[in-house]
């Protein structure tokens, strides 16, 4: 069974704030998703990396995927009170399966 | 209207109840999804359609019963649930299921909130 392994689980920072949360796992995926879920709406996908090394920017967010395609991270610069949500990460295994690995995401609050 | 549509956001049943999660997606994907999601668990993905075909259907009990009667609707049918599905299920659909060689995006509905009494 592939895990995906999220940290923090919660993060509560100030507005301006930098932070980092991370995606681990044992296992090798073919591409790893970002979604942000805001309260009382579902996930919104931010990025999808697809190649080890990879580094996406979205504005203030940068996402990176690991060399050996098993780990990413969410780096966001400047944290804005609208940055605050629930950080997914979901992994696809590549393996003809229809199911992606879904971490179980990163709480985030931006205090102004 | 928006991409993909969940009625009702809300609901709380006994466990003799039989109710019905209704998911209109508006943006002509080929596939549909239910996903389950519960505090502290990851999402856990229930079943697929894809073509109004089930084409994936993880360990998920039988008192959650699926129909998928065209490509925009799915619903997700409900009958002697337990305490312990009480949950937020997710809609999502996609341009064409994801297996792996197709990556894409699966847009989510806002939810329908469940609790089970």
């Known amino acids: 069974t592939q895990l995906l392994e999220q940290s923090p689980q919660f993060l509560s920072i100030q507005e301006g704030e930098n932070l980092t949360v991370y995606c681990n796992s044992s296992?090798?995926?073919?591409?790893l998703q970002w979604y942000r879920q805001e309260p009382g709406e579902g996930p919104v996908l931010l990025v999808t990396v697809v190649t080890g090394g990879e580094v996406k920017k979205l504005k203030r967010l940068t996402f990176q995927f690991g060399d050996a395609r098993k780990d990413s991270s969410l780096h966001i610069t400047a944290a804005q009170p609208g940055d605050t949500g629930l950080y997914l990460c979901?992994?696809?295994?590549?393996?003809?399966?229809?199911?992606?690995?879904f971490g179980k995401g990163t709480k985030l609050s931006v205090i102004p | 209207e928006t991409g993909v549509t969940q009625t009702p956001r809300h609901l709380v049943m006994g466990m003799t109840n039989k109710k019905s999660l209704k998911c209109e997606q508006h943006?002509?994907?080929?596939?549909m999804y239910w996903y389950k999601q519960s505090a502290k668990k990851p999402l856990e993905l229930m079943f697929v359609y894809s073509l109004e075909e089930r084409v994936e259907n993880n360990s998920v009990p039988s008192r959650f019963s699926p129909e998928c009667p065209n490509s925009s609707h799915l619903f997700l049918h409900l009958h002697t649930l337990q305490p312990e599905d009480s949950a937020l299920y997710l809609c999502?659909?996609?341009?064409?299921?994801?297996?792996?060689?197709?990556?894409?995006?699966?847009?989510f509905g806002e939810g329908s909130r469940l609790t089970v009494l």
């Open positions: 296992s090798v995926f073919s591409s």
């Open positions: 979901a992994g696809d295994s590549g393996a003809g399966s229809y199911q992606l690995t």
């Open positions: 943006l002509g994907h080929n596939a």
């Open positions: 999502a659909s996609s341009q064409e299921a994801l297996t792996g060689i197709n990556t894409g995006e699966l847009f």
